[in-house]
């Protein structure tokens, strides 16, 4: 049977099963997750708070690398390190057979001095845990010990993968999602499906979003460099100006979204960076435009990554003067596999409560769980982490970032629930052949 017709196949039958957790044993398997969780809290919480006074940066998880694996190992977890450098993989084997999923946790911190005045604000100069990757970290690490405790009720097999570099990697070197898959992550046992979110500050405390489809943007780079001649800042018309060029170019880019592109497909095209010239009074020889390129569709991906460059070389060669285009794919979309979702969401507002989960808008950020989400069918949500009757707080990637640990006990209930309703609905069927 082709892959997709197993997908279905496995994935369907659960959504015959609404009212899951009113069944016989469902509300006594929920009382005993949550008596789980109020039973590792406080150690799940000294090490998420461990780890935002330590952060560290990609491919440079050293100290979080062996904190994650020893507690692992303490779980009784069979464990691997030093994946994709820094990575650590956890395999828990359920008491019965069944299929492998996967849950992921990035683990790495932002190069950015951290403004809060906390009892455990960084020790390290200049990084913080300013995206929550520590958050992240702490209720995949809580979510093991819990359903560790449960393997009674547990058909299959649950892979905790905690990642290092999500924000990239350093100059020179690989490393990430797609580093960790090339090593073999989703393989041995295989993962048929895999989990992954993120705390969101734009969602209060004990929210949700989630929705089908793409959710996050593929993010790629671009590079344009235009060369005229130098001339005196009085003479122009004996150079040609490399910055008047660049000019018209960073207008012009823009309209490749306003009449280039179906306005109901959303993409976005950044110049971030200008730099060029040699001083005021001089015609600059040369001037370099970086920018960033959002997108959700692959068509309009590659629409993009053509017109750039037409616009580019349409404007400096009747000028005679030089340009050099460079266009680098980056992270692909985010994408929540539609039939995956389908069965996922409703133990999501099972848990929470249907008026606390919401349908996601996609957003234009990036996230590289898509490397993971392209391989196998994925399933990733956004977390609330708003403190409740705060109409705002300061977003990710800021100096301020500070989520509300009250969310840390809820983001590893829904994963406990959903790890658990995957492989129960799954189990029977891969026993018999699937």
Known sequence: MPFGSRLIVFLLVPVLCTGIYA??????LSARIDAKIQEH????IKIRRFLHMNPELGNREFETAKL?????????????????????????????????????????????QEENRLPYQSLNPGVMHACGHDMHTAVVLGTAMVLSDLRDRISGNIKFIFQPAEEGAPAGEDGGASLMIREGVLQNPPVRAILGFHVWPEAAVGH?????????????????TITGKSA??????EGVDAVVLAARTVVAVQSILSRGIDPTRPAVVTVGKINGGLRSNIIAPSVTLEGTVRTLDPTVRDRIETLLGEIATGITDPFDAGCEY????????VYNHPDLAAVMQPVVENVLGSDKVHALTPQMVAEDFSAFSETVPGFYFLLGVR???????????????????????????VFCHLLLEGLKSAGPLERNGF
């Open 208 to 224: 949700a979003l989630v929705s089908p489809g793409p959710i996050m943007a593929a993010s790629d780079g671009f590079t344009i």
């Open 68 to 112: 994650v694996a020893s507690k692992l190992l303490s779980l009784g977890l069979d464990v691997r390190a030093s994946v994709a450098k820094t990575g650590v993989v956890g395999l828990l084997e359920g008491n019965g057979p069944g299929i492998t999923l996967g849950v992921r946790a990035d683990m790495d911190a932002l190069p950015i």
């Open 232 to 237: 005196h800042g009085a003479r122009p018309h």
């Open 23 to 28: 069944q016989d044993g469902e509300k006594e």
């Open 326 to 333: 460079n266009y680098r794919r980056g992270t692909a979309p």
């Open 41 to 44: 809290l406080d150690d799940v």
């Open 387 to 413: 403190p409740p009757g705060h109409r705002r707080m300061p977003p990710l990637h800021s100096p301020n970032f500070n989520p509300d640990e009250r969310s840390i006990a809820i983001g590893i209930r």
